[in-house]
């Protein structure tokens, strides 16, 4: 079975740092390019970041560029999200997902990340 596990979020200060993981389980995952995407409280999820097999980041949010990054190792079947300077604006929901996977969208349940002092 097709699992995805979040961990790494928290309270943390404005300026702070935090580095969320997500674990996958049941497919291939070198095979596989996966996403972040996040989601405030009364708004939609939006896509944060994709990291194609070889670790290659692409970040979609203009207010995160330069602050986050995602990387992978496949040996561990493990993408991360690491976020600098963080500030309250990043406060959401994140969540990690395998996109496509036999047609469907795989979701992790989310990890809550809040920037706050």
């Known amino acids: 079975q097709v699992q995805l596990v979040e961990f790494g979020g928290g309270l943390v200060q404005p300026g702070g740092s935090l580095r969320l993981s997500c674990v996958a389980s049941?497919?291939?995952?070198?095979?596989?390019?996966m996403s972040w995407y996040r989601q405030a409280p009364g708004k939609e999820r939006e896509l944060v970041a994709d990291?194609?097999?070889?670790?290659?980041?692409?970040l979609y949010l203009y207010s995160v560029k330069g602050r986050f990054s995602g990387s992978r190792d496949n040996a561990k079947n493990t993408v991360y999200l690491q976020m600098d300077s963080l500030k309250p604006e990043d406060t959401a929901v994140y969540y990690c997902?395998?996109?496509?996977?036999?047609?469907?969208?795989?979701w992790g349940q989310g990890t809550q990340v809040t920037v706050s002092s």
């Open positions: 997902n395998l996109r496509g996977y036999f047609g469907q969208d795989v």
């Open positions: 049941g497919f291939t995952f070198s095979s596989y390019a």
């Open positions: 990291i194609t097999t070889d670790g290659t980041c692409t």
